[in-house]
């Protein structure tokens, strides 16, 4: 917006100037010769002017989003919001914890006061976190003479009760170091693993047990609904995949161990360790640590539910800005709308109000009655402001409004949290474990600034993956996702260098299937590693995935240039229906 301002300031200083010299007597009596003279309520009225007109302009470009943003709150409502703060959080079971126990998805976390208004930030856990009294009290690795490397970690459990009583069947391990090595660690621990045995003593005798291979290290939250924004099902997964990879890529820092609870873990002694023989080397002199490899974590983002403040209708409105919190006007923006309700004054009924495109007709006559529309706009300023439009059937003055929301805290989080802030459980948060952020919040990310940008977004309904054939359009579709504005993500996305895509057959659990190989080229320069390619190639194989039929496989396979190394994914059944 702030662009579009000066752009038609400049442009009414040049009309003033050229006005001036065709037509110097009138020029004179609007005192228009010279800036430095000009009258200030002159100046007011052309800053004013230059407000109204960078508003038309942009929407103009936009596309008129009025249009755009609404069919896309219908088919895809994340992409028409910020994008939040997240951090990955750490649970510490409490000493009380006697079996297993699950911290629901949606818990509600607070940071401690921060900010200069004493702000605490709300956050809520994307995924269910099971909780396992379970500590790494160290992690090293050591080089095989035949390339790959062996990694030891070393765990205790941290409990007096009756360790029966806790499910291992699936242990869930956030790779938390810097980006290179946790890249190189992603990929030692989900590709090439020869093997996993756990080191353990029985009644003071060592056990080894081999509890699998690569089968029992899988990438977690790879699913169709593992999405980090809510999106009410209504997004094409694919959209929250790319998305989430290009700003929140801790999502893919997760990786799943099966096979523990084939151990009468009763019987053992408290510490044993994990010996995972990997394929895959890890970097010359990597120094590893307790710190690298975490248990008990989730992905968190700043997102809560809220209310908004009370909001009269008049007769004379059509458009009501919602204000999330007066006592703290900038630390707290509307992210939804989720429910909207009048309550009338004067017969003390309550009405509820219907999102306007989301209605099914009915023969019910009060059906229609009460219809709501939500806007976002931004002023200038920077801050989305969030308007109800409501249908002229239902301006009654003695109406007042109550909107349940969803808040975000904007970009104050990353402003003013740092480690360890985010340490306190919000309401319902259950008892059984203490709480800490391991990763400072990141940025709250807003779409990009693009012409037409929107109207891009919703020709992706027409996406197949026959329209996916070229690097060109391939980056266009991968740079509708990228809001990071981080030069690394727009260096991946341009080191695509060749798409090709071929249809096969292949005999797939005793059955032909017809599928889809596609091969994708990958300048190594634009990447910090073939671990970074490895990940790229691996969220653009499930993308496929769910954008091909179900009556279809995809196999994908990604070549390093200019060293050829490749990386190959087995077919996958699609995931998307025919109809």
């Known amino acids: 917006m702030q662009q579009y301002f000066e752009s038609e300031m400049r442009l009414l200083q040049d009309a003033a100037q ?52 609404n069919i896309l709150r219908q088919i895809c409502p994340s992409l028409t919001k910020n994008y939040p703060s997240t951090c990955v959080v750490e649970f510490s079971p409490k000493a009380s914890l006697q079996q297993s126990s699950i911290i629901p998805k949606d818990s509600e976390l607070r940071s401690k006061l921060m900010g200069r208004f004493g702000t605490q930030c709300r956050f809520r856990t994307c995924y269910d976190t099971p ?41 869930r391990l956030y790779l938390h170091a810097d980006p290179g090595l946790t890249h190189t660690l992603h990929q030692a621990l989900t590709e090439g693993v020869q093997s996993v045995t756990v080191n353990y003593s029985q009644k003071h005798q060592p056990m080894l047990r081999t509890i699998g291979n690569q089968a029992a290290l899988v990438s977690e939250f790879l699913q169709p609904t593992d999405n980090v924004l809510p999106d009410h099902n209504t997004s094409h997964p694919g959209f929250n995949l790319l998305q989430d990879y290009f700003c929140a890529r801790e999502r893919f820092y997760f990786v799943g161990l099966t096979g523990l609870d084939g151990i009468d873990w009763e019987s053992a002694d408290d510490h044993f360790t994990i010996k995972v023989d990997s394929d895959i080397s890890l970097p010359a002199g990597t120094r590893l640590s307790a710190q690298n490899i975490v248990v008990n974590s989730t992905l968190a983002i700043n997102l809560f539910e809220s209310e908004s403040e009370p909001v009269g209708l008049t007769a004379t409105q059509m458009e009501y800005s919602v204000k999330p919190d007066v006592t703290q006007p900038e630390e707290v923006e509307v992210y939804s709308v989720n429910h909207v309700s009048g309550y009338d004054k004067a017969t003390g009924n309550s009405h509820l109000y219907q999102p306007l495109y989301q209605i099914t ?87 990009p600034e693009r012409k037409y940008f929107q109207w891009q977004l919703i020709s992706l309904l027409s996406l197949k993956m026959s329209s996916v054939t070229n690097p060109e359009s391939l980056q266009k579709l991968l740079a509708l996702f990228d809001w990071s504005e981080r030069s690394e993500n727009a260096r991946r996305i341009e080191g695509i260098a060749a798409v090709n895509t071929e249809p096969c057959t292949k005999v797939i659990r005793g059955v032909f299937r017809q599928g889809i190989e596609v091969e994708i080229h990958l300048n190594e ?41 490749e990386f190959l994914w087995l077919p996958q059944v699609g995931q998307k229906s025919p109809l």
């Not at 490397?149 to 699936?170: A, E, G, Q």
């Not at 109800?388 to 969803?406: A, Y």
């Open 18 to 69: 050229e006005f001036a010299e065709s037509y110097p007597e009138q020029a004179g009596m609007l005192n228009l010769k010279a800036l430095k003279d000009r009258d200030p309520y002159i100046e007011r009225l052309l800053e004013g002017m230059a407000y109204l007109t960078a508003h038309v302009k942009k929407r103009i470009n936009d596309g008129v989003p009025d249009i755009s943003e």
């Open 131 to 171: 909780i396992i009294p379970l500590k790494i009290m160290d992690v090293n690795a050591e080089e095989k003479t035949n390339g790959g490397c062996v990694l030891h970690i070393h765990m205790r459990w941290n409990t007096p009760h009756d360790k029966s009583n806790f499910d291992v069947s699936k242990l």
């Open 361 to 447: 007709p009915t023969n019910n006559e009060n059906s229609g009655q009460f219809f709501f529309n939500e806007m976002v706009r931004d002023p200038g300023s920077g801050r989305m402001s969030t308007l109800l439009q409501i249908n002229p059937g239902s301006h009654n003055q003695s109406h007042v409004l109550s909107c349940e929301i969803t808040a975000t805290n904007g970009h104050i989080p990353r402003q003013t949290m740092q480690h360890g802030d985010l340490c306190h459980g919000g309401k319902g948060f259950p008892s059984i474990a203490e709480v800490t952020n391991i990763t400072r919040p990141s940025q709250c990310l807003t779409a």
């Open 525 to 565: 320069k634009n990447f910090s590693s073939k671990a970074d390619m490895y990940l790229f190639g691996k969220v653009l194989h499930e993308f496929f995935t769910m954008y091909t039929s179900i009556n279809e496989f995809v196999q994908t396979r990604v070549v390093c240039l200019p060293g050829y190394k």
